[in-house]
Structure formats: C-alpha cells, structure tokens
C-alpha cells in the first residue's frame, strides 16, 4: 500500500512539478529548450532507427545524465564489443551529453530517455525491446526502473555511489527508494564503504557488489592514447620543468599566479601552462595583461611562432589530459569556485596534485590526500610555500607522483568486472 501512495505522489505531484521546471527553465536555456525540442516524436524517430538493426543480436541499454557519466560507460562499451555481437543503445538526459555523444561509433543508438512518465517510458522499451539496461552512477528513474521490472528485462547500476549522509536514506524517500533499489537485478558500487551504504535500503546482500570505478579505466585508456597526440615537438621541454594549470577558473588563479610568477623569477627553467575551464577571449586577454614582459606568453595557437616565452595558454579546449603527459607537477582548478575537475588525470602519468579546498565531491581527491600524494591549497601563502618545495627538491616531487601513479594503476580493473556481470546475464 505504501509504494502505491508513493507512486501517486511522484507520478501526480513531484514529476508534473519536476516538467514544469524544465519548460520554465526552458525559456531562459538553450541547451533545456534544445533538450525539449529534441524529445519530440521521440518514439517515432527511434522506430525508424531501430528497422536498420540486426534483429538477431542482443541488445544493451545503456543510460547516463551526462557525458561526464558516460565517459565511465564508454570503457565497458568497448569491451563489450571486443567480447560480443551486441546492439549498443546509448541514452542521456542532458542535451549536451547527447549532442557530444551522438556520433560515438561504438554505439548503435544515441538518444534521450524520456521524461519519466509510465507511458513514456513503456513507449521506450517496447519500441528498442533491449535484454539489459545498465544506468550508469545515480541517473536512475523510478517509473523506468518500475517499467523495467515489470517488462522482467535484468536491470544493472554500475559505478554506483551512496554517501553515508545521502538524503536517499532518510523518512520516506528511503522506503520509496528501498523499492526502486529492490526492483534493480545488480548494484555495482565503487567502494565497500557505499556498498554498506545501499545495503542499509534493506536490500539483498547478493545483490549489492563492490567492482571499482571505471573511472581509472577510461583516464588509463585515455592517457596512453594522449601521449600519440605530440602537441608539442620532441625534447621541447627539455631541461625545463612544467607546471601545468588545469581546468582552472578566475578563482584559482588569483591564488595560484602570484606564487608561480614569483617562482618563475627565481627559477629560470620553470615553464607555465595555463588551460582555463573556459577559455574565451576575455578571460585570455586577462591572463596575458597579468604575465610579466620578462617572462612572455603566447598562446597555444600560435606556438608556429614560438619564443621562448615560458607561460603557454591554452586556448582550445578537449587537450588537457595530454597535457599532462608533459607536466612535472599540475593544480586543478575547481577547488575555489564549487568543486574540485577530475585530479585523475594528472595523476595517471605520476603528478602531484594540488587544487582549492572544495574537494569533497571527489572521492579521488580525498584519497590521494588520504594517500600522502596531494596538497590542498587554501591562500597565496600556502601556495607558494607547497609550489615552491615541489619545485625544488626533485627527490620529493618525483615521490609524491609515485604515489599517485600507484594509486590510480592499483584501483584499475573495474571494467573487466563489471562486463563479466553483464556477460552474465546476456
């Protein structure tokens, strides 16, 4: 009787007031309005779609909110294609994931799910008839899943999180979400510590199963294709040593510039690379008015021109991660602002890494301090002070960058787990 009422409020009060917002958002948001446009007719552009498929082969499902979700999907994709004839159909909620996403050539299908309503969602699955569905992370819609279980198609969160605080597990939303967990086949958590969190939605203790994070996966995938790229020509850098400004914002570089640049003036062979998280040409002209004449910049663009100058902005965006490779030590950005982007990155090829103090929506942050490989910045003083050590004794650097390259090489593997589970059940 209760998951009834439950369902009434959901499908009669919160989800109504849920659209509402979207179509109000709507009319201040490209990408919302682009999202809502692009919803329309959805089952009909799908039919259309799902004729050129090989009626044969088994299909999987898999959902993601966003491209940052999927880019935790795409490793087990991947493998899946090497292991298995299988249709791939790739979904999303946010425009931008779809629209970055939609020519991903290992999937067959890229769409949007729908807004969660029970017609919607039955239209879905009737028109794709997938085997799997897999949602990646924390993007899960109750009357999808509930749709799910009726239709009997096996069901799988993969990377899943549950903070020990999660809103989740109090009052009602806890037994509403008992019964959606409940109806989900296999819960694939990145950590022991949020596999005891879903276990306390009182749920099968064969359900729920500690893989990993993908997460390392696909950031150690990635790294050994970044190095083929050569953005800069052979033994540009050397006898220099790099530091490498990541995803950083406004906030971040009030702190951090004034310590590099006093450093730089003391260390002739340090070189500076600056990638904003948005790099327009406002917040680039910014950044070159602040750089000493003596020490120079120029912008990536134009390195045909190259001078000798030691501060390198980049102004293009989809590179960072090889930028790292050639780094010495790197900060992201992130930490003064809302939270900390993804520290992975650098520490994949050895980095120490610094960044602001918001860091606790990354778990991967919270163990590399936790390891002894990262340092927290908070003011201009401190940063000098951890730059300037990391800068100097070569012998510590390169140790803390030993730390983080274990600790990333030590927590790859999930994928292989997780497409076992998968493989399972096909």
């Known amino acids: 009787m209760m998951i009834k009422l439950l369902r009434f409020f959901y499908d009669y009060l919160l989800l109504p007031l849920f659209i509402a917002a979207i179509y109000v958002a709507s009319l201040f948001n490209n990408k919302i309005r682009r999202g809502i446009r692009d919803r329309k007719n959805l089952a009909e552009k799908l039919k259309s779609q799902v004729k050129k498929l090989d009626k044969s082969k088994k299909r999987i499902w898999f959902h993601s909110s966003s491209m940052g979700e999927f880019e935790q999907a795409k490793p087990v994709i991947e493998e899946l294609r090497r292991r298995?004839?299988?249709?791939?159909?790739?979904?999303f909620?946010?425009?931008?994931?779809?629209?970055?996403?939609i020519n991903y050539s290992f999937a067959d299908i890229v769409t949007y799910i729908p807004l969660d309503s029970r017609k919607k969602c039955k239209e879905f699955l009737d028109v794709l008839k997938i085997?799997?569905?897999?949602?990646?992370?924390?993007?899960?819609?109750?009357?999808?899943?509930?749709?799910?279980?009726?239709?009997?198609?096996?069901?799988?969160?993969?990377?899943?999180?549950?903070?020990?605080?999660?809103?989740?597990?109090?009052?009602?939303?806890?037994?509403?979400?008992?019964?959606?967990?409940?109806?989900?086949?296999?819960i694939l958590t990145v950590s022991d510590e949020d596999r005891n969190n879903f276990l306390q939605f009182n749920l099968d203790n064969n359900k729920v199963k500690t893989v990993g994070d993908t997460r390392y996966d696909r950031v150690y995938?990635?790294?050994?294709?970044?190095?083929?790229?050569?953005?800069?020509?052979?033994?540009?850098?050397?006898g220099k040593k790099v530091v490498v400004l990541g995803s950083a914002w406004e906030s971040d570089e009030e702190v951090v510039l004034p310590a590099l640049f006093k450093l730089m003036s003391k260390h002739e062979?340090?070189?500076?690379?600056?990638?904003?998280?948005?790099?327009?040409?406002?917040?680039?002209?910014?950044?070159?008015h602040q750089v000493d004449k003596a020490i120079g910049?120029?912008?990536?663009?134009?390195?045909?021109?190259y001078n000798?100058?030691?501060?390198?902005?980049?102004?293009?965006?989809?590179?960072?991660?090889?930028l790292y490779y050639y780094a010495d030590l790197a900060f992201v950005g992130g930490g003064f602002k809302?939270?900390?982007h993804n520290v992975l990155e650098p520490s994949v090829y050895g980095l120490p890494v610094l960044f602001g103090p918001k860091i606790y929506n990354s778990q991967e942050a919270l163990s590399l301090i936790e390891e002894g490989s990262a340092r927290v910045v908070h003011n201009k003083k401190e940063a000098y002070r951890i730059l300037s050590k990391l800068i100097s004794d070569d012998n510590y650097r390169e140790k803390l960058g030993q730390i983080a390259s274990d600790y990333v090489k030590r927590n790859i593997g999930a994928t292989g787990k997780i497409t076992d589970e998968i493989v399972s059940i096909l």
């Open 308 to 322: 000798n100058q030691r501060v390198i902005l980049i102004d293009s965006i989809g590179i960072l991660l090889s």
């Open 297 to 305: 910049s120029i912008r990536f663009s134009h390195m045909n021109i």
């Open 93 to 101: 909620f946010s425009p931008s994931g779809y629209q970055n996403s």
């Open 269 to 288: 062979n340090l070189i500076l690379i600056i990638a904003p998280h948005e790099p327009t040409i406002n917040h680039l002209e910014k950044l070159e």
């Open 131 to 186: 085997d799997v569905a897999v949602f990646m992370r924390y993007d899960i819609w109750p009357n999808m899943i509930f749709e799910l279980s009726d239709k009997k198609i096996p069901t799988l969160l993969v990377d899943a999180t549950m903070r020990y605080n999660s809103p989740r597990k109090y009052g009602v939303a806890k037994i509403f979400h008992h019964h959606i967990y409940k109806e989900i086949d296999k």
């Open 221 to 238: 995938q990635k790294s050994l294709q970044a190095k083929e790229k050569k953005l800069f020509k052979e033994n540009f850098f050397d």
């Open 338 to 340: 809302q939270n900390v």
């Open 84 to 91: 298995e004839e299988v249709i791939i159909v790739v979904s």
